[in-house]
């Protein structure tokens, strides 16, 4: 597992095949052919249950209500290998002519504006999200459309410990702490925050979680960051604030005793049996709950990592990925190409997303609505997308995550580390990472 907190982490975490991040390189033929009056395109996805499944479903039912387009699936692994192998089918030109990849700073390295097929003009991109617009975007064109779900990084929470105790749903740190102690100091063992750093990628939440105050602090502060502008480092506010609610968490006394040793999976039982009251981690999640308490699901509940203000407090999301056509669909192949990528995100392509179930956020178009099956706190994570207190994790907004950010937190949350001394390890793993990367000004 990478020492990293991204989508591929969640995918191996929390074990849930629906939820499994797509890091699909094409393999296969990339044009297909069109003949008998018939135009063929090929479609690529990655090659694990989950996705292998969805795609099979989207193109039989895209092919009953187009009998004149046939679709070709092909498969690639996942990773870094699969990163690979798609930069150098697009360099080639011997991509599949629609594919199926992450949105943010990892499509920006496909060198989208090059090799991808602007879709701006599209019926379909004004039901997006601007948020999402953001994350398939380049200053000269708009490349994908959403499949799946967004997640949210914030506070998973017990309603039934909530509404027992009499708390209300905090909108600044300086609540959220109260609420904290309020609930330590019943003395009925309920845990006002568990953490969970025998999956250490957990201990990352307060950081990565509370990303969306930064940006409502500073919009500018992911491009700065890209750019090692000197104020947009962790060691100074807005950012230096996760590091510095981390080691508050951990001196106040607020978390389990068992911390360094529970797992996600046994802090979701907690949380969900009322054994804990909340839990920063993210909603994706809930599918544990789902898998092994379903009847418990709806007792959970979610709101924003506070910011200092209210009015700073915006809720973390990871976006769905992306569907998108490579530049080399042309003619039949480009107009089979665009009417596939609408299908995805019509009534009936949203059928099939709903028929997989395992949403954990709202859909990023408003082309597609949940199911009413769909867990009770994507309604609390709603309410943030109506009132425009939203914003993406940072990986979305730039390519810069340095790879030891969750040993980092886990010694800032066990009381190793001081706030101060691991925002400055942070910045400095960064940094490497950034060289590596070959970015300018580093």
Not at 46 to 74: C, G, R
Not at 271 to 288: C, E, K, V
């Amino acid at each position: 597992m990478k020492n990293s907190l991204t989508r591929r982490v969640l995918t191996a975490s929390v074990g849930v095949a629906v939820l499994a991040i797509p890091l699909a390189a094409c393999s296969g033929g990339g044009g297909g052919s069109s003949s008998g009056g018939t135009t063929e395109i090929t479609y690529l996805t990655q090659s694990d249950d989950a996705n292998t499944a969805q795609a099979k479903a989207l193109i039989a039912a895209f092919e009953k209500a187009n009998p004149d387009i046939s679709v070709k699936l092909d498969t690639q692994p996942g990773g870094t290998e699969g990163d690979n192998l798609m930069k150098t089918k697009l360099s080639t030109g011997s991509m599949d002519d629609v594919f199926h990849y992450n949105s943010g700073s990892l499509l920006q390295a496909l060198n989208p504006d090059q090799t991808l097929v602007d879709l701006s003009d599209q019926s379909w991109v004004s039901t997006l999200t601007d948020d999402f617009k953001q994350v398939v975007s380049t200053d000269n064109g708009l490349y994908g459309a959403p499949w799946g779900t967004s997640f949210a990084g914030a506070v998973l929470y017990n309603k039934k410990v909530y509404s027992s105790l009499g708390l209300t749903v905090p909108t600044t740190w300086a609540d959220f702490i109260a609420n904290s102690e309020k609930i330590k100091a019943t003395g009925n063992g309920i845990t006002p925050i568990l953490q969970s750093y025998g999956d250490t990628w957990t201990s990352q939440l307060f950081v990565l979680g509370d990303f969306a105050n930064v940006s409502a602090q500073d919009p500018n502060w992911a491009k700065n960051y890209t750019a090692n502008d000197p104020s947009a480092k962790y060691v100074n506010e807005p950012a230096f604030a996760g590091f510095a609610n981390q080691q508050e968490v951990f001196d106040k006394k607020l978390m389990n005793e068992d911390f360094a040793s529970m797992t996600n999976a046994q802090a979701m039982d907690a949380l969900a049996n009322g054994q804990a009251a909340q839990y920063p981690m993210l909603s994706a999640t809930i599918a544990t709950v789902q898998q092994n308490e379903p009847d418990k699901t709806d007792d959970i509940g979610v709101f924003a990592l506070p910011a200092a203000n209210a009015s700073d407090t915006s809720i973390t999301m990871w976006q769905p990925n992306g569907i998108y056509i490579a530049k080399t669909a042309e003619g039949a192949k480009l107009d089979a190409a665009k009417k596939f990528v609408a299908f995805a995100n019509s009534s009936d392509g949203c059928a099939v997303q709903n028929d997989a179930g395992g949403a954990a956020g709202p859909y990023v178009t408003s082309a597609c609505t949940l199911p009413s099956t769909a867990p009770a706190l994507i309604g609390d994570i709603q309410k943030y997308f109506d009132a425009g207190k939203t914003g993406s994790a940072l990986e979305f907004l730039s390519p810069i995550k340095g790879p030891n950010l969750e040993n980092i937190t886990v010694a800032v949350g066990s009381g190793i580390t001081s706030a101060k001394d691991g925002a400055a390890q942070y910045d400095d793993d960064v940094k490497k990472q950034a060289q590596q990367l070959g970015l300018s000004g580093w």
